[in-house]
């Protein structure tokens, strides 16, 4: 355990000290020396960020509820706290127990965002961790990953033990009873390593070499121990009604970035928009019944105490059973004042009767996401959305009251046209004009509309994980050209970091040479990439310079459909072949349709939705 | 019907803020099903008010909140089911049924602390004493105050020494932090936070206070009526 008078005295110190002291509602505390296995399970951001991710809470959960088990929980320390704790030589250190970290047995990290990897290593070097898994010996904790980054792995492959490909509920047991088992006779972590990674979806990097050719791409990448598998297939639940589902989660005492009850109501997405690494990998949709969710909630609300119910999934309007549901919560709850919230309103399936239920409590902002300016260019990333359904749903919500609409785009989409980026202003002032067309006295409200474009990076494992990113300079000069547009102070327009998004891009689609260009990265003072604040490019370019990485062989260079990619050892159960069909469809802008309508083949083998929809 | 509850907060969670702690209650509320009344209008809000609000990093024995209730519940039934709920270290002590009464806020007038500090002059606490009380024996101390004077801030001397009552020098604890207890006025009428007490006895005394380094711990709130001191429970 760590010095508590030196806690004391740098939690004095500190903006927000509660980030770092634990002891929530449903948190565990556990006798450390009582339990066979010790799991630290780091989320490599700020506390705030960290307990809004869902993924988290079910893990906590799903381990803790085995009795031989302990999972405490660390967070990245926010820099005034990180330079506190070097000053006083605090080690990094758990919520729970307030235990080194490096004396855990296993220290696992989720992946959520490329930009967190500095942080990863800043965690490390904060637990007196070697950053490379061969730097480390059997004395330390055996360092794993998992989450939808660690479907390209590769870029962080130095540094872990091992990966879990998929659904981290699925196989985290396992992984610990392998470990407590060993343990009972001698534990060598290089013969827990060889066992673990014979486990479906385990995936071991030091085990596996990788070659290359003379311009730079993957010529082989082959396992060099026996009895390994060449493809790592992803592991996934089958069915949701019976996983494992925590009936309580953690409630922060500090506000968090959702700061109520999240509901998972399902996984995957049948949209197939071809952007969207997340409607892939998550592959095949399988919900839950609205009983159990009924069941759900019921203990979450008496566990908690939150105020919000938030249906949370991909796409939550596309639940087969939404109005049910969403009617079933609300005379369940209105009386004790307790809402219900949506996510992600799809402005297709936007449900009126759905918003109805919703707003009998509390009316949240509007926000939706056309991702593209024009029809051909939603046509190419196959977002099934009409301009008539923006109208539809906007002069619905301007009658209902609302008035501040957010609507989300991304520049640098595959074949886009000057003409697409204009788009963006076009349907910004088309919503702006549905609300003061209408008459006088019917205009309720402050009215703004908001028009968001985030800069395209092009994910592993989507139809367009081979096209080339747009250069720095190309992204700018599209938002200048809407930015220069819009002359509305009714009409806002704002923008995400192009500078960000090409490292994410770098990262996203990296191999395993890049492992040295993050540690010198780290080296030169990166942390906190994801925030603009934090985020250092000057810094960035000298640590690809100064490791002789090209960035544009990573991000601008549009890849063949034969090159090996760096991630293509990784089975997700979609098909490679599908997901060049989706691309030459995209160039063609031919759309492809929702998998509840027809099958399309996509190669998930037990898809509950194929048929069921024919 | 109005509960006056007196409730505790300690050990790491007096790392906690005010508002936070107002959700902490507000969510028990909810989870405990206390039927308690909420505010009219577009966005609702629970009907309670925490007194005199502790500042962050500081523990206390005795906090007082008042609640308004839409119905009569049993008080004892009250205190189990909140602390049920409620962390180890933020508890319920005690709870009375009010029919009605001034709020809790306008009365409170004192608090009584609990400071824990170390200074150079440990090895004769006797000396240390006696300055003190040289010290109060002022009738005027100073510090200086930033006040908002319309919108800028102002500094300005403000005589605190009305605003200190009874002050006890006890020992040293078991880590040779001096231990000294002090009522300060608190409220609207008068304010005197423990660490501006501290800077000032630092300051006249010459202590050589770590002042990174002080522990504080609020032991009681008292309310005061024509020179009556109460406890408002």
Avoid at chain 1, 235 to 248: A, C, S
Avoid at chain 1, 269 to 292: L, M, N, W
Avoid at chain 2, 45 to 70: N, Q, R, T, W
Wanted: aromatic share 12%.
């Amino acid at each position: 355990m760590i010095d508590k008078l030196k806690l004391d005295k740098v939690l004095m110190k500190v903006e927000k000290p509660a980030r770092y002291i634990g002891m929530e509602k449903n948190s565990y505390k556990k006798d450390l020396d009582k339990v066979d296995v010790k799991f630290a399970f780091s989320f490599p951001d700020v506390y705030e960020v960290g307990m809004s991710h869902l993924g988290m809470q079910i893990i906590y959960n799903l381990i803790n509820n085995e009795e031989n088990y302990a999972c405490e929980r660390v967070f990245a320390p926010w820099t005034d706290m990180e330079e506190q704790m070097r000053k006083e030589g605090i080690p990094l250190f758990t919520l729970e127990s307030k235990e080194e970290v490096r004396n855990f047995d296993f220290l696992g990290f989720t992946l959520q965002y490329e930009m967190s990897y500095t942080n990863i290593l800043n965690m490390l070097n904060l637990s007196n961790i070697p950053f490379k898994s061969k730097d480390r010996d059997d004395s330390f904790p055996i360092i794993i990953a998992g989450g939808p980054c660690a479907y390209n792995p590769e870029p962080l492959a130095d540094f872990f033990d091992l990966f879990v490909i998929g659904e981290g509920e699925e196989v985290i047991l396992e992984l610990l009873e392998l470990y407590k088992n060993m343990k009972k006779t001698c534990l060598n972590k290089e013969e827990y390593l060889r066992q673990a990674a014979k486990i479906e979806g385990i995936y071991v990097p030091r085990f596996y070499d990788v070659t290359y050719n003379d311009n730079g791409t993957i010529k082989e990448m082959f396992p060099i121990v026996e009895g390994i598998p060449k493809v790592i297939n992803k592991r996934m639940i089958r069915n949701l009604d019976t996983m494992y589902t925590p009936e309580k989660i953690l409630v922060p005492y500090i506000e968090t970035v959702h700061d109520r009850i999240a509901m998972e109501i399902f996984r995957g997405c049948t949209r197939g928009c071809r952007f969207c690494q997340a409607g892939i990998i998550y592959r095949p949709i399988r919900e839950k019944s609205v009983d159990r969710l009924m069941d759900i909630a019921d203990k979450l609300v008496e566990n908690t105490g939150y105020e919000t119910i938030s249906l949370t999934s991909l796409s939550s309007c596309d639940y087969s059973n939404l109005l049910l549901l969403t009617k079933q919560l609300m005379e369940r709850y209105e009386d004790r004042k307790i809402g219900v919230s949506l996510p992600s309103l799809r402005l297709d399936s936007f449900s009126i009767d759905v918003l109805k239920e919703i707003e009998k409590v509390r009316k949240s902002g509007l926000t939706f996401a056309p991702e593209a300016g024009s029809q051909r260019l939603r046509d190419v990333i196959n977002k099934g959305v009409t301009e008539d359904d923006l109208v539809n749903a906007v002069t619905y919500a301007f009658k209902e009251g609302w008035s501040r609409i957010k609507l989300y785009f991304m520049i640098g989409l595959p074949t886009e046209t000057d003409e697409d980026v204009m788009g963006i202003k076009d349907l910004a002032y088309l919503v702006k004009d549905l609300f003061f067309n209408r008459p006088k006295e019917e205009r309720k409200g402050n009215f703004m509309v908001t028009a968001s474009a985030s800069c395209f990076v092009p994910k592993p494992f989507t139809p367009f994980q081979w096209f080339g990113q747009n250069t720095i300079d190309e992204f700018m000069r599209k938002i200048y050209l809407v930015k220069d547009s819009i002359k509305d102070n009714k009409v806002s327009f704002n923008y995400h970091d192009a500078d960000l998004s090409y490292m994410e891009a770098i990262f996203a689609r990296g191999d395993r040479r890049l492992s040295k260009l993050l540690i010198k990265a780290w080296e030169k003072g990166c942390k906190y990439d994801g925030w603009s604040e934090y985020f250092k490019y000057d810094k960035w370019l000298e640590a690809l310079e100064e490791t002789n990485i090209d960035g544009y062989f990573y991000a601008n260079r549009t890849r063949d459909f034969d090159e090996i990619l760096p991630w293509d050892f990784i089975n997700t159960g979609v098909s490679k072949e599908f997901l060049i069909r989706e691309y030459k469809n995209a160039i063609e802008g031919k759309t492809t349709n929702d998998c509840r309508e027809r099958c399309r083949g996509c190669g998930i083998d037990d898809c509950v939705m194929r048929g069921v929809f024919n | 019907m109005i509960i006056r509850a007196k409730f505790n907060k300690k050990n790491y969670l007096k790392y906690i803020s005010h508002l936070d702690l107002m959700r902490l209650f507000q969510r028990t509320f909810n989870s405990c099903r206390i039927p308690i009344k909420y505010s009219e209008g577009f966005n609702p809000h629970p009907k309670f008010s925490i007194a005199v609000p502790l500042s962050l990093g500081i523990e206390s024995e005795e906090e007082y909140m008042d609640i308004e209730l839409l119905e009569n519940i049993a008080i004892e039934d009250f205190i189990e089911r909140m602390n049920k709920a409620l962390p180890d270290d933020i508890q319920i002590i005690n709870a009375v049924i009010l029919d009605k009464s001034s709020s809790i806020s306008t009365i409170l007038k004192w608090a009584f602390y609990e400071i824990k500090f170390t200074h150079d002059q440990i090895n004769d606490l006797s000396i240390l004493e006696e300055k003190i009380n040289k010290w109060l024996s002022n009738e005027k101390i100073f510090i200086s105050k930033l006040k908002k004077k319309k919108r800028e801030k102002v500094e300005t001397e403000v005589n605190i020494r009305p605003l200190i009552g009874n002050v006890v020098l006890k020992g040293l604890d078991e880590n040779n932090y001096t231990i000294i207890n002090v009522l300060l006025g608190i409220g609207e009428s008068g304010n005197l936070k423990p660490v501006q007490f501290m800077e000032a006895l630092n300051r006249d005394l010459n202590l050589y206070v770590d002042m990174e380094l002080l522990l504080i711990k609020r032991l009681a709130l008292y309310a005061e009526e024509n020179g009556n001191i109460y406890s408002p429970l």
